[in-house]
T-cell receptor, first 112, second 115 residues
């Protein structure tokens, strides 16, 4: 049972445009959501997070939106840069939990 | 550099064999996690240790076991290996039990190929 799903395996955008990566979840006990970025031959690195009590969190070019009623979150990157090309993982953690549940990942390619 | 060290980086072995993957967490981190990433799959949680004790278990097969030693390094043992065990195995560490502010640091992974 995949509790966190990223339905788009890949996304390609032009440099300078907006990248929107989507994530859906099914577990209503999730109360914290995170995005990790992974370059080839490296481990995932933390990018941005959002608590379930918020609907938006912004950090520079990266903004995460949370729609609890739809159990959906998205990551916006504006403007996109070629260095943003990586696999992006959505992850969630339960109220009483200590481990992250990850989605399958979306490969973002930003073309110059 | 996350500060988490995993060895070996690459490992090729045959079905039926046993291997041990090693992880050294960041200095001061008490919590160690193991994740498995198979082809086209997300990161699947295997097991968590905190200060030497097992704290959470995911979809870890009975053929797999792990432990965290007094110096906080951890080992993941995979036995009776099957072709389907071929994957990237990541270790991650954090200071606390719950890392909802993102302080989870991953190593570069150990790529296991079972032939």
């Amino acid at each position: 049972d995949q509790q966190v799903k990223q339905n788009s395996p890949s996304l390609s955008v032009q440099e300078g445009r907006i990248s929107i990566l989507n994530c859906d979840y099914t577990n209503s006990m999730f109360d914290y959501f995170l995005w990790y970025k992974k370059y080839p031959a490296e481990g995932p690195t933390f990018l941005i997070s959002i608590s379930s009590i918020k609907d938006k969190n912004e950090d520079g070019r990266f903004t995460v939106f949370l729609n609890k009623s739809a159990k959906h979150l998205s990551l916006h990157i504006v403007p996109s840069q070629p260095g943003d090309s990586a696999v992006y993982f959505c992850a969630a953690i339960e109220t009483s939990g200590s481990r992250l549940t990850f989605g399958e990942g979306t490969q973002l390619t930003v073309n110059p | 550099d996350s500060g988490v060290t995993q060895t070996p980086k690459h490992l090729i072995t045959a079905t039926g064999q046993r291997v041990t993957l090693r992880c050294s967490p960041r200095s001061g981190d008490l919590s160690v996690y193991w994740y498995q990433q198979s082809l086209d799959q997300g990161l699947q949680f295997l097991i968590q240790y905190y200060n030497g004790e097992e704290r959470a278990k995911g979809n870890i097969l009975e053929r797999f076991s792990a432990q965290q030693f007094p110096d906080l390094h951890s080992e993941l043992n995979l036995s009776s290996l099957e072709l389907g065990d071929s994957a990237l195995y990541f270790c991650a560490s954090s200071v606390t039990l719950r890392h909802d502010t993102g302080e989870l640091f991953f190593g570069e992974g150990s790529r296991l190929t079972v032939l």
